[in-house]
């Protein structure tokens, strides 16, 4: 494998890992209830921002698909090992 596919792997591990920003927003929100702090209001307000929403949808949903065609191209090219 060279670098470049290494690379992506470890990317779309990262996306798949950590939790989307939909989740982040809603324990936020329960930490501003519970104490109110100003750095953590500030990260709420970017979080629920709809450019950073739509950009963190966007890359989750490309790494997704990234996956699935990954797993189409290995499944073809264990059907042709097959048939040959």
Not at 27 to 38: K, Q
């Amino acid at each position: 494998m060279d670098e470049a596919m290494v690379s992506a792997e470890r990317w779309r591990e990262q996306v798949r890992a950590r939790g989307s920003i939909e989740q982040d927003r809603e324990a936020l929100a329960r930490l501003i209830e519970y104490d109110h702090d100003p750095f953590e209001t500030e990260l709420y307000e970017s979080s629920s921002d709809p450019r950073n929403r739509l950009a963190d949808k966007a890359e989750r949903s490309y790494a997704g698909q990234y996956d699935r065609r990954l797993r189409r191209l290995r499944e073809r090219a264990r059907h042709t090992e097959a048939d040959e």
